[in-house]
């Protein structure tokens, strides 16, 4: 059966592992966070009906567990 739905893939736009340390030398500034699928310094957008901000380009909120591990927000 290859009609199943698989939740963790619907917001993602690459098959790739999510970066685990951001990598060297990379700045990431005031309001910016490091998107780990997609290897990028981005500002998270707002979803205001969520209350979540979400990455921009694969829409992975800021609540995802990689993206909270890698830029350090785990509360
Ligand atoms: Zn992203």
Not at 29 to 54: A, E, H, N
């Amino acid at each position: 059966m290859d009609d199943q739905i698989n939740l963790f893939s619907i917001n993602r736009n690459k098959d790739k592992e999510p970066d685990k340390v951001i990598p060297e030398g990379v700045k990431v500034g005031r309001g910016m966070l490091w998107c780990p699928y997609c290897s990028i310094v981005v500002k998270f957008t707002k979803d205001k009906q969520l209350g979540v901000s979400k990455c921009p380009f694969c829409g992975i909120s800021d609540r995802d567990y990689n993206v909270k591990i890698i830029n350090k927000i785990w509360k």
